[in-house]
């Protein structure tokens, strides 16, 4: 088992399900553990199996049912030096378009939860150390009584139109050589439509106009939800920020640079540009 295939079914949680058979991600430093089985992808495993590699856990977290199996994630103190030669700790983008998309999703449910649990083993109150909460996906003190839920992070996305044109950019924090759409985090006290105006003035220096929901996106690498808007040009000049962008410009769809593959929300609003806008 473990091979994430259709049909898939999951269903969030606070309590296993006595009885049913357990699965497991693996984590080691923020990459998962991953068995390649006649060239595909495993990304699930029983406790037998993964505790062959005889590895300390130093945190595990349920996170629900998936196709009538309890689904846990757990983080490795160290990784073994001695796991199978077709066993590997791999970056869970490295998994796009190797399993299905929702597949993938679910791996960075499993990373969110351990990154958000990672940090708060403590109240930060009080300091004590905190414990699960029975109920419901939260951590408790079970001093001073506070409460913790994951922490998710509101994010916007927006694809900029000219006419024919799209804006695109390429960020310094990609790894690769390719262009997508802005984005930036949401502050306190603002709209969405006025991160939107924000963000964009920040980091090209233009106006927009005709702000429009596109759709949502929960985005955990390691705790976003993104947000996706489109938008139309309305004035100025592209005035690149050197802190967040190495290059920006308009794009046609005869011309498009790389850009980010269909299973992120950037890689859906440009497609709906390469699709007429429809």
């Not at 996106?217 to 489109?230: V, Y």
């Amino acid at each position: 088992m473990g091979i994430l295939t259709s049909p898939f079914s999951f269903t969030p949680g606070a309590n296993p399900t006595v009885g049913l058979p357990d699965l497991y991600f693996v984590f080691f430093q923020g990459k998962l553990l991953v068995e390649e089985v006649k060239k595909q992808p495993r990304v699930l495993f029983s406790r037998d199996k993964f505790e062959k590699i005889k590895q300390e856990i130093i945190n595990e977290e349920y996170l629900g049912l998936l196709n009538e199996s309890n689904c846990y994630v757990v983080e490795l103190h160290e990784a073994s030096e001695e796991i199978p030669s077709n066993w590997a700790f791999l970056p869970i983008r490295e998994l796009f378009g190797k399993i299905p998309d929702e597949s993938a999703l679910l791996c960075g449910r499993a990373n969110h939860m351990l990154f958000w649990a990672g940090r708060h083993k403590f109240c930060g109150k009080c300091g004590t150390r905190t414990r699960r909460k029975e109920d419901e996906v939260a951590k408790e003190c079970p001093k001073c009584g506070s409460v913790h839920y994951p922490s998710i992070y509101p994010a916007i996305i927006v694809a900029i139109t000219r006419g024919n044109q799209i804006l695109l950019a390429h960020a310094n924090r990609f790894n690769r050589r390719f262009y997508s759409v802005l984005a930036g985090f949401v502050e306190m006290g603002e709209t969405l439509e006025e991160c939107v105006a924000r963000e964009v003035m920040e980091e090209v220096g233009i106006k927009v106009k005709n702000v429009k929901y596109f759709g949502s996106q929960p985005w955990p690498f390691p705790n976003s939800l993104m947000l996706g808007f489109t938008a139309e040009y309305a004035s100025g000049e592209i005035k690149v920020d050197p802190v967040e962008l190495t290059d920006a410009d308009w794009y046609t769809p005869e011309n498009m640079p790389p850009v980010p593959p269909p299973i992120s929300i950037a890689g859906k609003l440009i497609q709906w540009f390469l699709d007429g806008k429809k």
